[in-house]
């Protein structure tokens, strides 16, 4: 049975301390699970679910081979 990591949350904005927590549980060998919260826009929050997916997706590029897996709530 794998072993995973999950970490949920609006990531407005997505930050260094966001990356170095998922790089500690991957090198423990565990699989990540981000799940990105849909909230309103506002002027606190001024990306929509699929922005900061895209803003996740790009930093974390070179990890989304098979042990990444990003979805929506």
Known sequence: MSKYSMFIGRFQPWHEGHRWLIDQRLKLGKKVWVAV???EQTE??????????????????????????????
């Not at 606190?44 to 990444?68: G, H, M, R, T, Y």
């Open 44 to 73: 606190s929050q001024p990306w929509n679910a699929d922005q900061v997916k895209n803003n996740i997706e790009s930093e974390l590029q070179s990890i989304l081979i098979f042990k990444f897996t990003l979805f929506e709530i």
């Open 37 to 39: 919260r849909s909230c």
